[in-house]
Nanobody, 126 residues
Framework: QVQLVESGGGLVQPGGSLRLSCAAS????????IGWFRQAPGKEREAVSC????????YYADSVKGRFTLSRDNAKNIGYLQMSSLKPEDTAIYYC???????????????????WGQGTQVTVSS
């Protein structure tokens, strides 16, 4: 059974950090680019970051550049999103996706045909 499961979300104070995980089962995550997306209440889904399957290059939205770091461990079939210097505007449900595109492109419509997780809530509040 093909599945992506996000974990690591929670409540954190502004300026804090969280690490999200995206665990894949039923397929080899190493053959796919991984994307992270988020959706805040009342807002459209936003592409946050992606990492290419071919060379591991990463791409970030301007809103998170310098604060978020995306990595992957192909041996463990997991992707990670390290989030630092979190702001209240980072509050959202975060989703990971896997799609064979390479290199990855943040806002490419092909993400919609990939595998998606169920999402994990991140709340940044004092």
């Amino acid at each position: 059974q093909v599945q992506l499961v996000e974990s690591g979300g929670g409540l954190v104070q502004p300026g804090g950090s969280l690490r999200l995980s995206c665990a894949a089962s039923g397929f080899r995550l190493g053959y796919y680019s991984i994307g992270w997306f988020r959706q805040a209440p009342g807002k459209e889904r936003e592409a946050v970051s992606c990492i290419s399957s071919s060379d591991g290059r990463t791409y970030y939205a301007d809103s998170v550049k310098g604060r978020f770091t995306l990595s992957r461990d192909n041996a463990k079939n997991i992707g990670y999103l390290q989030m630092s210097s979190l702001k209240p505007e980072d509050t959202a449900i975060y989703y990971c996706a896997a799609e064979p595109m390479t290199p990855c492109v943040l806002n490419h419509p092909d993400w919609n045909r990939g595998y998606w997780g169920q999402g994990t809530q991140v709340t940044v509040s004092s």
